[in-house]
């Protein structure tokens, strides 16, 4: 298992590389296997890629009915809420391409299924996982990405400093009190996560630099979550220069 830091110039930079990085990692994925795999996030950078890949000529490099979608967490509230992971991945990326509906796994909302209930969302999505993952023995599929990115303090997907998803084993949680709105929220374990062959951390801005030092510097994962993902391939930091400002002594060669 290996792991790089690559800075970029700007935000803009980085969204448009880390775009590009997706189409030819799902493009990869087809190749190799047909079908391609991978695990969305939510907030801005990840919308602000979600738009560069839409608007990228690289989006003709894919077969979009051959993609699994997925989400590492999403904002437990009813669907189509402006502020849903899915609501947001659907309007700047999947409404705009010929995914197949039966390929794209929303996590549940407030008003499906299961009703107000995100614990029940969460084990019923745990279960849809593991279906996916089939006779391979693993509780989730072999995501060939999941993207993420990094919270202020440290977090990714819906796993927060100190909270009980940091010492969970089941696949998907239910999260509830998180410090970033909305307060409910469900998402994917360390576990899930970690079952991918490549993950991605992706922070942009000053805000992010003293979280992504902190994972960066040895950190434990129960107090800085972005410490605890990691890719059974490539754990991959994509980082713009000023989320980079604060890495220690040992990256100094790539904050320039
Ligand atoms: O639902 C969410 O908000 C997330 O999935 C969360 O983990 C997000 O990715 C980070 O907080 C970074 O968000 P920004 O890119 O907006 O800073």
């Known amino acids: 298992m290996t792991s790089s830091v690559v800075v970029h110039p700007d935000p803009d930079v ?9 189409a030819i990692r799902i493009a990869d994925a087809q190749a190799a296997r047909g079908l391609a795999c991978v695990a969305l996030t939510g907030g801005r950078v990840a919308a602000r ?20 979608f997925w ?5 437990f509230l009813p669907s189509g809420d402006p502020d849903r992971n899915e609501t947001q991945a659907r309007e700047a990326l999947l409404d705009h391409l010929p995914v197949d509906p039966a390929r794209v796994h929303p996590m549940p909302a ?3 299924e299961d009703g107000d209930d995100p614990e029940a969302g969460a ?24 993207m993420l990115g990094v ?7 819906s796993v927060f400093p100190g909270q009980p998803a940091v010492y969970e084993e089941r696949s998907v949680v239910a999260v509830r009190g998180a410090p970033k709105p909305p307060p409910v929220r469900v998402t994917l374990t360390f576990d899930a996560i970690n079952n991918a062959e490549e993950v991605w ?7 992010k630099a003293d979280a992504v030092a902190l994972a960066l510097s040895g950190a434990g994962p129960r107090q800085a979550p972005a410490a605890g993902v990691a890719g ?6 994509l980082l713009d220069r000023a989320a980079a400002a604060a890495l220690p002594s040992r990256f100094r060669s790539l904050r320039r």
């Open 14 to 22: 980085l969204v448009e590389s880390v775009a590009a990085r997706l």
């Open 49 to 68: 890629i979600h738009r560069a890949l839409r608007d990228s000529p690289m989006r003709h490099a894919i077969d979009w009915s051959a993609v699994e």
């Open 71 to 75: 989400w590492g967490d999403e904002r």
């Open 110 to 112: 407030s008003d499906g």
């Open 123 to 146: 084990a019923r999505y745990a279960a849809a996982l593991a279906d996916s993952a089939g006779h391979s023995g693993d509780p989730v599929p072999r995501f060939d990405v999941v």
């Open 151 to 157: 919270g202020e303090d440290a977090h990714v997907a």
């Open 201 to 207: 951390l992706v922070a942009s801005g000053g805000a």
């Open 232 to 237: 059974t391939g490539h754990t991959r930091w």
